[in-house]
């Protein structure tokens, strides 16, 4: 059975760094393209950033963009998500997702909480 468990989330001042992380077993992760999702209270959850299979290309919503890193280490089988200058509506959980690069199940994990506030 697939899982992936985020964990780095906390509370930070604006302007300030965050390193969220996603554990992920139980699935082939080099055959998944991994992407964060968030969600703020009261909002649809929306996409933030993505990273192929291969590790190449990564995309960013325009809002994170200059901002935020996403990363992956394959033998690892962790995904990364580096967060700087971070803002007050960056507050919100952050959920890491995997997605088959060609047939397979789909994966979430269970969110952790960034809060910006001073």
């Known amino acids: 059975q697939g899982q992936l468990v985020e964990s780095g989330g906390a509370l930070v001042q604006p302007g300030g760094s965050l390193r969220l992380s996603c554990a992920a077993s139980g699935f082939d992760f080099g055959y998944y393209d991994m992407k964060w999702y968030r969600q703020a209270p009261g909002k649809d959850r929306e996409w933030v950033a993505s990273?192929?299979?291969?590790?190449?290309?990564?995309q960013y919503t325009d809002s994170v963009a200059g901002r935020f890193t996403i990363s992956r280490d394959n033998g690892k089988k962790m995904v990364y998500l580096q967060m700087r200058s971070l803002k007050p509506e960056d507050t919100a959980v952050y959920y890491c997702?995997?997605?088959?690069?060609?047939?397979?199940?789909?994966?979430w994990g269970q969110g952790t909480q960034v809060t910006v506030s001073s």
């Open positions: 990273i192929p299979s291969t590790g190449d290309s990564p």
């Open positions: 997702n995997g997605e088959p690069r060609f047939w397979g199940t789909s994966y």
